[in-house]
């Protein structure tokens, strides 16, 4: 265990999800799901597709109905998107969520509009991201690694103490994601708590400090990377069959 996640153990959590269970009708999407992360931290949420991973990124953001408590730096998390802005939680989306027709200065200004020092946080956050080249250009003329920075630019320009990233690593190339790493570590050593869901298995073990697995909507395994590379279960839920039957291609991959 590194010195940084032993910092982070001794931290209060700055998110806490206990017994979350969400259903939609009949269809428990998400099954008593209890994790937390602590200032400082990386968690990365991972399953296969359909675990239920993105239902609890939205009911920790109160887009859904839910059982169980959800509680950020100690007090029950507010069931408003604009509260919990306000208690520091950020969130980018799988689908970007940005305004074409918007400037990148202006697409990133939007969740500080209206703030004293709302320019000052743009500009630092184009500088942070290498975006001041692209700065005034409508974010529809942007190739998608660099729409994928402005979500980023977006979402921390009111510094959050909660950030929520999903599928971050999402169709960018093999530079991107290195350059994307440094960026999420460096937001974690500010001490802001950083929970990710992604599929790209090599980006998660580099970067998180501890892994959630999903399957089915239930937590199957939590550690250490080292830890959840090794768990049976974690390899059944991915591959579809029992470890001891795979073979050493399928174990690897």
Known sequence: MNTHTLQSKQEPARLEVSHLTVTFGGLTAVDDVSFDVRPGEI?????????????????????????GEVTIDGRPAPRRTARLTARGLARTLQGLGLFGSLTVRENIRIPVVGERDAETAVTAQLEA?????????PVAALAYPDRKRVALARALVASPSLLLLDEPA????????????QVIRGVADTGCAVLLVEHHVDF????????????????????????????????????????????PEELSA
């Open 204 to 247: 998660v073990m580099g970067i998180a400090d501890r892994i959630v697995v999903l399957d089915f909507g239930r937590v199957i395994a939590q550690g250490a990377p080292d830890q959840v590379r090794n768990d049976p279960r974690v390899e059944e839920a991915y591959l579809g069959v029992k470890a001891e039957d795979a073979s």
């Open 170 to 181: 999402g169709g960018l190339g093999v530079e991107d994601i290195d350059a994307l790493a």
């Open 129 to 137: 991201h290498n975006l001041t080249a692209l700065a005034d250009r």
């Open 43 to 67: 968690v990365a949420l991972i399953g296969p597709n359909g675990a239920g991973k993105t239902t609890v990124f939205n009911a920790i953001c109160a887009l859904v109905s839910t059982r």
